[in-house]
């Protein structure tokens, strides 16, 4: 018998907080989502993880997996020392704001180099993130997609 397991995630906008928006996260019914994927911390051209509007990026966020996205994902996979910053201020940043995980959104990589330099990344990070755990002491594995 295959046992399948479903889990309720959700996405939240950092712009969604925003006055003229007419919501904010607090206004949410939360309690059927596992976890909330927060949109978005972005990454710098040198790999510097940073988040574009502080001043609504800090609250509750037991139970949330940052997301990093931009188009500056190329130019980090491809040099090691970008991918060492990258991964270093993106755990910084999550343990900071308290999160449970990270969620990489790079849209299509264009060619099997590009892909290839992603897994890397991807894998490097998964390394890293389990060290971090072990360093915690923590129970569960962070998260990663």
Known sequence: M??????????????????DMGYSVDQ???TKLLHVMYAFALPSKTGEIFLPDPEIDYGDTSDSILR???ANFLSIVTSSSKRDKFILTSIS?????GMDGLDLYWKFPK???????YVTLLQELRIVLDIYKIIKDEKEKYLLS
């Not at 906008?13 to 006055?19: G, L, M, R």
């Open 111 to 117: 060619n099997e180099r590009e892909a290839k330099n």
């Open 68 to 70: 990093d996205g931009s």
């Open 2 to 19: 295959l046992l399948r397991t479903f889990f309720m995630i959700g996405y939240f906008a950092s712009w969604s907080a925003y006055p």
């Open 93 to 97: 940043l999550m343990n900071d704001l």
């Open 28 to 30: 949410l019914d939360l």
